[in-house]
C-alpha cells in the first residue's frame, strides 16, 4: 500500500520513542521519509537517537513527561499525526494496583494535547490485547474475540491482573476524550511484544497459563508491529480497534520454547510470582484451538508495502 499522501510532507511525534516500539518506529518513519518528533521522557537517553537520521531536520529529539501537559503540546507542535506508546515512568517501573491511575492520566493529558493540536489528523494509541482476553465469559463465548471484546476490569482486579486493568482503562479514557474532543484516533492492541530481553517478569505475563488453555495467548515481533502501526496511519480507511499478532501460543512446542526462553532470560529470577508461561499440567493436550482474531488488521495489510 503505498501511502496516500506525501511522506516527506509530513511531521509526526513518537512518544515514548525510548522503548524498544518507540524507537523502532523512529527509525522506519525516518526511512519513510517523515520528519519525527521524538519524545522521550525525562529520564530517556537522548543519546540513544544519535546517528540515526542522515538528515538532521528530519529528527527534533523533544523530552517530554507525559504528566507535563506543556511539554507534550511543546512535541506536539506542527505534527500531523502521533504515535503514543506508554512506558512506565522511571520511578514507578513495575505494574501494580496503582499503575492504571497512572496510565489514565497519561492518556487523558496525551489526547488532550492532541485536541489542542490543530495540526493533528491522526493518532495511533498502542494498547494491549490484555484490554480484549480478560473477560469472565471468555471460556463460554462462542465467537472467537476480537475488537470488539473489551477485558472486564472487576475481572482483571479480582485476580490481580494489573496489565489488563491498566491497559483497559487507560484505552477506554482515551477512546472516550477522543470522541468527546473530535480526535481521529485508532489503537493497536498487540499481543506480547517478543524482544531480546524478555523476561518471565513481564506483566502481559501474569494469567499466561490461562490465556494458553483459552487458546488466546498471542504474541508480536518487533518489525510486524512496527508495520502495522504505520499501515494504521497511513490507511486513511483505518478505524476503531485492531488486535495486533503473528503467532499464538497454543502447541506443547510452542509452550516450553517460550517457557525456556523465559527462564534463560530471567535466570535466577524464574522463580517469580507473577504468573510465567503454562506450567508442565497444562502442556497434556498437544493442540489449543485458537480462539482470538486479527482478521480486521490482516485484511487491512494485505497490500500494505513495508
Known amino acids: 500500500m503505498a501511502p496516500s499522501?506525501?511522506?516527506?510532507?509530513?511531521?509526526v511525534c513518537v512518544m515514548d520513542a525510548s522503548g524498544h516500539l518507540g524507537f523502532t518506529l523512529v527509525q522506519r518513519l525516518l526511512q519513510r521519509g517523515y520528519t519525527v518528533h521524538a519524545s522521550l521522557q525525562k529520564y530517556g537517553d537522548e543519546d540513544l537517537l544519535n546517528g540515526i537520521s542522515a538528515d538532521s531536520n528530519k529528527l527534533k529529539v523533544f523530552r517530554s513527561d507525559p504528566f507535563d501537559y506543556h511539554s507534550i503540546i511543546e512535541a506536539l507542535r506542527g505534527c500531523s499525526g502521533l504515535f503514543y506508546t506508554f512506558e512506565p515512568p522511571h520511578d514507578q517501573p513495575n505494574y501494580d494496583e496503582y499503575m492504571a491511575d497512572v496510565e489514565v492520566r497519561a492518556a487523558h493529558n496525551v489526547l488532550e494535547a492532541c485536541a489542542q493540536t490543530e495540526t493533528m489528523d491522526k493518532v495511533v494509541f498502542t494498547s494491549s490485547a490484555t484490554a480484549v482476553v480478560w473477560r469472565e465469559d471468555?471460556?463460554?463465548?462462542?465467537?472467537d474475540l476480537d475488537e470488539r471484546h473489551w477485558s472486564d476490569v472487576n475481572f482483571c482486579r479480582k485476580f490481580k491482573l494489573w496489565h489488563g486493568v491498566s491497559k483497559t482503562m487507560a484505552e477506554k479514557s482515551a477512546w472516550a476524550l477522543a470522541m468527546d474532543r473530535g480526535v481521529n484516533m485508532v489503537s493497536i492492541n498487540a499481543g506480547l511484544l517478543m524482544t531480546h530481553d524478555l523476561t518471565i517478569?513481564?506483566?502481559y505475563l501474569r494469567g499466561a497459563a490461562e490465556m494458553y488453555e483459552d487458546g488466546v495467548f498471542v504474541t508480536v515481533d518487533l518489525p510486524f508491529l512496527v508495520d502495522a502501526h504505520i499501515c494504521v496511519y497511513e490507511e486513511v480507511s483505518s478505524y476503531g480497534r485492531y488486535l495486533c499478532f503473528n503467532h499464538i501460543?497454543?502447541?506443547?512446542?510452542?509452550?516450553?520454547?517460550?517457557a525456556q526462553k523465559l527462564t534463560s532470560a530471567a535466570g535466577s529470577s524464574s522463580s517469580s510470582s507473577s504468573?510465567?508461561?503454562p506450567q508442565s499440567g497444562d502442556l497434556g493436550k498437544g493442540f489449543?484451538?485458537?480462539?482470538i482474531s486479527n482478521k480486521k488488521l490482516n485484511k487491512l495489510m494485505v497490500n500494505f508495502e513495508a
Open 5 to 11: 499522501f506525501d511522506t516527506n510532507t509530513q511531521t
Open 138 to 143: 471468555r471460556k463460554t463465548m462462542e465467537l
Open 201 to 203: 517478569q513481564h506483566p
Open 249 to 258: 501460543i497454543n502447541t506443547q512446542d510452542d509452550a516450553v520454547q517460550l
Open 275 to 277: 504468573s510465567p508461561s
Open 288 to 291: 489449543i484451538e485458537q480462539k
